[in-house]
């Protein structure tokens, strides 16, 4: 190795590649938007890079995904909280949502996009409204993305007619197809709000264009019953009897599901991402998180809007991860620290469909690298790398994050954003929302 | 109002006092270590002050407080996770402690220390060994705390025979009892590791001095299962006869508490600490809080070590304990955010019998207070204090911290340690721990 554009050097590398090698004082070197190289600082004492990053003996490891959220939702952040799901849906969020535009909706996703940034993350799959405003957030703040545009049986604030929010969405997948950062997804609300032929319909989209299908899937008891009124099944039954389940196929949350649910996830091999923080604060109820892996299906984490959160901090979301989990099951063995990181990192790629992409530092892999700054009174002393990370971390730990190759922040300072910016926009959008109510 | 030695302006004032009265653009006066005075800032603008701290916008609050925590456990922090109850304590926490000092006692403390008031903490309760060298840590950080020796039924690495843990107890009593920042306690470990007179004689000497008498109670299944086995009564029916519940009784944890032993705490009016981090990680269960308080029970929160946690942020602890409740009644309307925060400030300072001290900005109390700095992009936008100080805001957020009158952190530096000295003397004691395993 003797040339490299980036070289970050002087950490302990936490790959989390399939043998999760960790090189105690080592440097990763990145060409272009890849990266080509990882070892002991030595050696690439003879290369000359364009940059090199000191990593200070923290820790240099793959960016956190966040494989399920709503980021324009910063705009609405503790807008309504404690109350019955209906009552925050129907009084709160969705009359503040039918005032959102194109606009507001890029202005909460750059808000989004900065926060998660300055907590780590530096991929995120999203759902909301104007995904195209939420794609060009991303594109803006440098950061990888998944995103689509949601559809229900009714009209959105963003389209008319169900037939648009198809047209939208095929849109969306063109226009966006060769894009180094941003994947589009196609993404029915959930089968409590989209009819079979829709669901149907999504599914062959994203089949013809093998990118992701994500929903909403068994969030609640409710729905549960709900699916099981109409259709006289479990909603998992219900999506497998259509032809919906598939490797394609995003299930977020998972929560209420029986164990001939998760039998059918594992046969079709369907992903699923779990979002403990927001399960808990609306009280959903708890994925049996720890029974799907055991059965095979591969889970990633994630944070869901952080109107139900109330932040996407994705190292506070593992640490609840791996405790929410132990005290359900009573048993302090099970999600250890080390299995949640590949949830936030290996495997919640997978569940994206970019794990050829990122998720781990493997040379070929997409530069998608953040450092930890560990000379902290609260991460002092350390023992256990992994331990550190999900335990005893938070996103403000980050210091440095490259994303495709691109330094987007370095030494807390986020280089893509004007951030203040942005804050004055989210607070003016939520002046106006303020005197809705 | 025309002078003070410290003039805190330009903030939202939340007081958490009795009317939770919040001050949209206030200020807070201080002389010497008390609160003179609250009110809009235009109340303050002939006082002349030796000190003026500029809130900038940002929320001026009490200093939180940490119920339940074992302070130089900061040494072992990631030491051993992930293992069930009893491997974890055998094979690492007790052989770890086995070797401790009065010096590593004290260095663990003053990381805890900066940890804490780093993060929000103004006033910590302790249980651990060597506790005289806890409240020496507290005193040079400037920290309030209530501190206790330890008692078991057998030696301790602290002192010898039981006897000597008594002695020890109320030597600390005596020497510090006139002090400003220093409380003392009794504090015996738990119904299964002390027998009934050692419990009896604990509480008679909290009595006779008028001091706390804080314990470990049902904090486990297994827990009640043994105390049912030797005594046939649940932990709090076993020390309600040997009479031990008092109101000056702090029972931490009370996970595993029937409907009769939260009636008898109620009775007794004995205070809880409310540890659900530990309480999740370790698995031992989910305290019925909501029912507790419903009870008429003062609950205060508390992190317990960092070793079952792994950090000791209160702001962190605040969030699981409004969603862990949530998650387990099904209801989100539990544990509100107002409510959490209470218990994380003047619920835990009554807990502590410390309400008369701290706990809430109120005139005539001790100048405890906090400034959270929220112009950042994850407590953007803002739409409820409450909210955002439990849901969102982390303890990274906190600006500045003034205890006891003295401003101890300004700008994030800590002004009454040496950080890097102090992190660099536990490293070393965890070179040491590491060579032992």
Same mark, same amino acid.
């Given at each position: 190795m003797n040339k490299a554009d980036l070289l970050i050097t002087n950490g302990i590398v936490v790959t989390m590649d399939r043998n999760e090698t960790v090189i105690a004082n080592g440097a990763v070197a990145v060409c272009g938007d890849r990266i080509v190289d990882i070892g002991p600082n030595e050696k690439f004492s003879d290369c000359r /890079? /364009?940059?090199? $990053?000191?990593? &200070?003996?923290?820790?240099?490891?793959?960016?956190?995904?966040? =494989? @399920? =959220? @709503? #980021?324009a939702m910063t705009c609405f952040r503790g807008l /309504? %909280?404690?109350?019955h799901l209906m009552t925050w849906l129907n009084d709160y969020i969705f009359p503040a949502e039918a005032k959102l535009n194109y606009e507001k909706v890029k202005t909460g996703a750059l808000l989004a996009c900065a926060e998660m940034i300055l907590s780590g993350t530096t991929c995120f799959a999203d759902m909301y409204l104007f995904e195209d405003a939420v794609a060009e957030a991303a594109k803006a703040a440098?950061?990888?993305?998944?995103?689509?545009?949601?559809?229900y049986n009714f009209p959105s604030p963003s389209y008319g007619a169900i037939e648009e929010g198809f047209v939208y969405s095929e849109n969306l997948i063109k226009k966006w197809k060769s894009d180094p950062l941003i994947t589009v997804a196609v993404e029915p609300h959930s089968p409590y709000l989209c009819a079979p032929d829709l669901l149907t319909r999504a599914s062959d989209l994203s089949n013809a264009y093998e990118v992701p299908l994500i929903i909403h899937v068994a969030e609640t008891q409710i729905e549960v019953n709900t699916i099981f009124e109409s259709y006289g099944k479990t909603p998992i039954a219900h999506l497998a009897d259509i032809g919906v389940l598939s490797p394609l196929l995003l299930a977020c949350h998972c929560v209420a599901v029986t164990d001939k649910d998760i039998e059918q996830l594992a046969s079709y091999d369907v992903k699923v991402s779990h979002n403990p923080e927001s399960n808990m604060k609306l009280a959903s109820g708890i994925a049996p998180v720890p029974q799907m892996m055991n059965a095979g299906i591969c889970v990633g984490l994630g944070t869901d809007g952080c109107t139900s959160n109330n932040n996407i901090d994705m190292f506070l979301e593992m640490d609840t991860a791996a405790k929410i989990h132990k005290v359900n099951t009573l048993d302090p063995t099970v999600m250890d620290a080390n299995t949640v990181l590949k949830m936030a990192t290996r495997d #919640?790629?997978? #569940?994206?469909?970019? +794990?050829?992409? =990122?998720? !781990?530092? $493997?040379?070929?892999?997409? /530069? +998608? *690298?953040? *450092?930890?700054?560990?000379n902290k009174p609260h991460l002092t002393p350390m023992y256990n790398l992994y331990s550190h990370l999900v335990y005893a971390a938070g996103g403000n730990d980050v210091d440095t994050s490259v994303i495709n190759?691109?330094?987007v922040m370095e030494n807390r300072q986020l280089l893509t954003l004007d951030i203040e910016?942005?804050?004055? %926009?989210?607070?003016?959008?939520?002046?106006?929302? &303020? !005197?809705?109510?």
């Open positions: /890079a /364009a940059k090199v $990053v000191d990593a &200070k003996n923290g820790i240099i490891m793959p960016g956190l995904i966040n =494989t @399920h =959220t @709503h #980021a /309504a %909280d404690d109350l440098g950061m990888r993305a998944v995103v689509g545009e949601v559809l #919640a790629a997978k #569940a994206l469909g970019l +794990d050829g992409v =990122t998720g !781990s530092l $493997v040379p070929g892999k997409k /530069a +998608d *690298i953040i *450092i930890i700054d560990i190759g691109q330094v910016k942005v804050m004055a %926009d989210v607070n003016e959008i939520a002046a106006e929302v &303020k !005197s809705g109510f």
